[in-house]
């Protein structure tokens, strides 16, 4: 359920959209929330957009600001005032992230269509034909079982309510669907829940989307079922599971409590099954925003079966207490900073770059094939990626270290334009002539002693072969930024470009932040119509009641295993290695059996 | 099969299906739940813009109308000042939340929109054949080529690369299948019993279908 830990919910009494008077504000990271309307006026607007009252729905127009180095949202709805928000933590990088911001394709075959094409977005979902981008990833809900109730989730069933858990036949309906897509479907398809594994049919389920042509099958997970039932791994695994995404809040047990005593077993099972791993920490300001640095470095430490770090800062749904808001609020480009200054420098903030960058190297390979490639049009606000290195002597180096990323992409920009109206011969020429220039972006002296880069990206090119990639995967870490909107921050147009899709058990496809956002029209909605009241539940599986499904766990008992204190006692500080400058990782601490005292730098 | 026959809650040959309750339809023997079948669609026109407001009140009408339980689909046109409902009316035979033609007017006259019942269009709707079978298929409504294509060049190149899709498709599979063996081979013991459920599933001829 990773992914949908990003939404947050509290019950609160005050009125999220209440204007502050000016006051005094020590706090720099809360003065923006706290400017007169004079003052917020007076500063430079940099785009508007359309975005919704988080009370009453109504659209409304949003004005993007530039507030001193944060990028800013504000709304007024005639009816419930203003309501101000942080968009973008970082201008600077904003403005560079937005430079590579194109529009997509979206769906030939939109599976809804209105008279008015769409006008009334969010509103008129399903996919309709104003979509931008196609499916990138696609989320199936399985079931909304779950063997955990963390407090603020919203996702799981409670005592009484209906069961969702469509049958084989049903989810494989959805997976004929996504592939259905057209110019282009989906590669990668997300099972997810609640817990997936609750569902008693889960290896059947992945063996269908294998079958159905789905190249990567992720499992959305807590991780829990496999640790404590590792045959299980296995069984995933031969059945076509890539990887495990899967939840990790932190490596302490205060900012993890959801997996931390499992994580051992699971990684354990992972490990013997070759099951993929991505970690996936929900980040929320005042909570575990400290461990982001030792969650890399957690990371590294697992390296055989971590293949990355996928960062979700908070997506703050529900109703909640202004004052609660500004304080968990945090964006990417404030994460990628903690990141920074957490990794002493090794991680920098130039080495992050958007993802519509890397849409510039498929559409290179389609203009030069004709052949349908993945289009990543998503906005540029959405996510970030960074690539890491780790060499031989544990040396730490990100890609933008030895490639000149920035330069790259826009070299093969200007080839793909290059290509167009040409004939096959003529884009032929003009791609090879390209190849031949691409060392001059690539420093040889800074790149890993294991790879030769400017070969792999040729044979990337030529061969349109991504799997090179996995000769020296052993050795990388990708490491990505993902934030899903709330009402508070919400924009329109990145929900337009959205690529991250659930699929419906009645034919229709929703982007992430419409499903999630709006589950009283979307997702618990068409669940419940489709779901099995508990009463027939009930009676169709004898024995089974809500309390059953519930894990709970002995923490002394799993903290007392020799697992447990391999994974959290052993590890090793990579930033600490002089290759590395030297500095221990921020808030890096070395667990010790009772009785001992935690050691570590912080 | 037409979809118009397919019966709820029972096998195609009038046997009843899985647990024996609940609304599903059968399609080729498997079975689908199916919340809804006959529903109701009713079309208010001629609205008074003045009272639909503007596009954005237009558009949380229609949020506001698709909270309702029984509302399936709601769509305000604000441009033809225009309201459309799919909605599961009091007499229809299914366990969903239901409404009346009736209880939408007074609603919408909540919301500050005075509709003329008498010149409603309100007919049968069936939700199966209607709105899940074309959104599970939906109606292809535009082509667009690769890029740096024009849609001439395209249609030279469709029956081409749609061939290669395929081959490639198979070759994936295959691949894949080579390497699940491999896997089975690489691992002993604890994975004996899936190595032998994988043989009896060949020499079967299918996997889960």
């Known amino acids: ?602 | 099969m037409d979809r118009r026959d397919a019966p709820i809650g029972t096998g195609s040959n009038g046997a009843k299906t899985g647990s024996g309750v609940g609304p599903y339809v059968i399609e080729e023997g498997k079975q689908y739940r199916m919340p809804y079948r006959m529903v109701r669609k009713v079309t208010f026109s001629n609205l008074k813009k003045a009272e639909l407001l503007d596009l954005p009140h237009s558009a949380r009408l229609q949020y506001r109308l698709m909270l309702l339980g029984a509302v399936i689909k709601a769509a305000v046109d604000f441009d033809d000042a225009q309201i459309t409902i799919i909605y599961n009316p009091s007499n229809a035979d299914n366990s969903s939340d239901k409404t009346s033609q009736g209880e939408l007017v007074k609603m919408l006259s909540k919301e500050g929109v005075h509709v003329d019942p008498s010149s409603a269009r309100d007919v049968d709707y069936d939700y199966y054949t209607e709105l899940y079978a074309n959104s599970h298929n939906p109606k292809t409504i535009k082509e667009s080529p690769p890029y740096g294509y024009t849609a001439d060049e395209w249609s030279a190149m469709r029956s081409k690369w749609q061939k290669k899709m395929t081959e490639t498709a198979t070759r994936k599979r295959e691949k894949f299948t080579r390497w699940q063996a491999s896997y089975l081979n690489s691992k002993l013991g604890i994975v004996q019993k899936i190595a032998e459920e994988h043989r009896s599933e060949v020499e079967k001829g299918s996997t889960t279908n």
């Open chain 1, 1 to 602: 359920m990773s992914s949908q830990d990003s939404v947050y919910a509290v019950e609160g009494a005050e009125d999220s959209a209440s204007v502050k008077h000016a006051s005094p504000i020590v706090d720099p990271v809360l003065a923006p929330y706290h400017r007169t309307v004079a003052e917020m006026e007076g500063m430079p607007v940099i785009d508007r957009t359309t975005t919704v009252c988080p009370e009453c729905k109504l659209l409304i127009e949003g004005i993007i600001y530039k507030d001193g180095d944060n990028v800013m949202i504000r709304k007024s709805c005639p009816e419930h005032g203003l309501t101000v928000e942080k968009y973008w933590e970082d201008y600077d990088m904003y403005m560079k992230m937005k430079k590579y911001d194109y529009a997509g394709r979206g769906f030939d075959n939109p599976n809804y269509t209105t008279k008015t094409k769409g006008a009334n977005c969010p509103f008129d979902c399903g996919m309709c034909e104003r979509h931008q981008t196609h499916t990138g990833l696609a989320n199936v809900v399985v079931t909304n079982r779950c063997h955990l109730s963390c407090w603020y989730c919203f996702f799981f069933a409670k005592e009484g309510e209906p069961i969702y858990e469509p049958n084989l036949d049903e989810i494989r309906k959805m997976f004929k669907s996504l592939k259905n897509q057209k110019p282009i479907s989906t590669n990668a398809i997300q099972i997810t829940g609640g817990e997936p594994t609750m569902h008693p049919q889960i290896v059947d389920i992945v063996k269908m989307a294998k079958e159905e042509g789905f190249d990567q099958v992720q499992l959305n997970t807590t991780g829990i079922n496999i640790g404590l039932n590792p045959d299980l791994a296995y069984e995933l695994k031969h059945a076509g599971t890539s990887t495990l995404y899967m939840s990790f809040d932190g490596v302490s047990k205060r900012t993890n409590p959801k997996n931390h005593w499992e994580i051992p077993m699971i990684l354990n099972a992972a490990r013997k099954s070759k099951l993929g791993i991505v970690l996936v920490p929900t980040v929320i300001r005042t909570m575990n925003e400290h461990e982001l640095g030792a969650t890399i470095n957690f990371a590294i430490n697992n390296l055989d079966v971590v293949r990355a770090v996928n960062f979700q800062p908070v997506s703050l749904v529900g109703r909640m207490p202004t004052g609660m808001r500004e304080k968990q609020r945090i964006t990417i480009p404030s994460a990628i900073k903690l990141i920074e200054q957490q990794t002493n420098g090794v991680i920098k903030k130039d080495d992050w770059f958007s993802v519509p960058y890397v849409g510039s190297i498929n559409k290179f390979i389609e203009s030069l094939t004709g052949e349908y490639k993945y289009d990543l049009s998503v906005h540029f606000a959405c996510g970030a990626a960074c690539y890491l290195f780790i060499d031989s002597d544990g040396r730490i180096i990100p890609l933008t270290e030895f490639v000149d990323v920035q330069g790259l992409f826009e070299y093969i920009n200007n080839t793909t334009i290059e290509m167009k109206g040409k004939g096959r011969l003529a884009r032929k020429a003009i791609a090879m002539k390209a190849l031949l220039g691409l060392g001059k972006f690539i420093d040889s002296a800074k790149q890993p002693k294991s790879i030769n880069f400017t070969e792999l990206l040729k044979s990337i090119f030529l061969k349109h072969d991504f799997s090179v990639m996995g000769k020296f995967h052993m050795k990388t870490l990708f490491l990505g930024m993902m934030h899903f909107q709330d009402e508070y921050n919400y924009d329109v147009r990145r929900v337009e470009k959205c690529a991250v899709h659930y699929a419906m058990p009645d034919g229709e496809v929703l982007p992430f932040c419409t499903f999630n956002i709006f589950p009283e029209i979307y997702r618990d909605k068409i669940q419940k119509q489709y779901s099995t009241p508990a009463s027939e539940w009930q009676r169709t599986h004898p024995g089974w009641t809500y309390s059953k499904d519930k894990y709970i766990r002995n923490p002394k008992q799993l903290e007392s295993s020799k697992a447990y204190w391999k994974t959290y006692g052993n590890l090793k500080d990579y930033f600490a290695l002089p290759v590395n400058g030297g500095k221990p990782v921020a808030n890096f601490s070395i667990e010790k059996p009772e009785g001992q005292k935690s050691s570590g730098v912080k």
